[in-house]
């Protein structure tokens, strides 16, 4: 049940923006502060948690000005009888160069527990992982403009592309450094419920980490053309568990 909940956010925002499939410089998206998305989360046709995604607002970070993203997933009341799960993600996203200053995440997974701290340090190239659980610190060496797991999704939603492009972010996750590829394979035109139908690209990312909500498997996601670049649908199928897909539900701070 972990699986079903472990890192879909890392297509949650993975959005491009253009009117047609030709390339662009550089996009116009900006991150609104107040954006709140809402998504679920499906398996067989049942709905088995529900995940926000929320700008709160500007922080300082060691004197920096940065966005504060919060991201939560949680199971609902019949999976939470065999495996609840109740996941916060943290990212603080530098304005100015919009890399990763620090990551949080406090995980509740069935009996499993992590609460864990990472500071990133851009000038030096390193990062500090501290866990508030273990009281233990390590630290290591990270590629110029790192990325964390969500703060990777708004990167890429500022980044010029077209349809057959392949995107390269560097991203720091479990200790390690890691190249994560996201392929923009085509554009369709899809229907949300309650939504409306929007123009979409269909992308494929590719990563070879464990993120905020699924590690295994190939993933399509679907995304708006538009300004708001909306994270429409992401499905992906799991050995054993078959296919989960997330849809968007609902969204705010946006005209």
């Not at 067989?44 to 504060?68: C, D, N």
């Not at 501290?130 to 990167?155: H, P």
């Not at 392949?166 to 923009?184: G, L, Q």
């Not at 979409?200 to 070879?208: R, T």
């Amino acid at each position: 049940m972990k699986q079903l909940l472990i890192s879909f956010l890392l297509i949650l925002e993975l959005i491009c923006f253009t009117t047609q499939a030709t390339a662009i410089e550089k996009a116009s998206f900006t991150i609104p502060e107040g954006e709140k998305l809402k998504f679920s989360v499906r398996w067989l046709g049942m709905e088995v948690g529900t995940a926000e995604v929320v700008v709160k607002g500007i922080e300082k970070i060691r004197g920096r000005e940065a966005y504060h993203i919060a991201a939560s997933a949680r199971s609902n009341a019949l999976i939470d009888l065999v495996y609840p799960v109740r996941d916060e993600h943290h990212s603080f996203i530098d304005k100015e160069h919009l890399y990763s200053l620090r990551h949080e995440k406090i995980l509740k997974e069935g009996r499993y527990r992590a609460d864990e701290v990472v500071d990133f340090d851009q000038e030096n190239h390193t990062a500090l992982h501290y866990s508030r659980k273990n009281k233990t610190k390590k630290q290591m060496l990270i590629a110029k403009n790192i990325q964390d797991e969500l703060s990777s999704a708004y990167w890429f939603r500022r980044q010029g592309m077209k349809v057959g492009d392949a995107i390269h972010i560097p991203v720091s996750s479990d200790e390690k450094n890691w190249d994560f590829e996201v392929k923009i394979l085509q554009q369709d035109r899809i229907e949300i419920k309650g939504l409306g139908t929007f123009d979409a690209f269909q992308v494929e990312p590719s990563p070879k980490f464990q993120g905020v909500f699924i590690h295994r498997g190939k993933i399509r996601g679907w995304m708006s053309i538009d300004d708001r670049r909306l994270p429409l649908m992401m499905k992906t199928k799991i050995p054993v568990l078959g296919t989960i897909t997330v849809v968007l539900t609902g969204y705010e701070g946006w005209q």
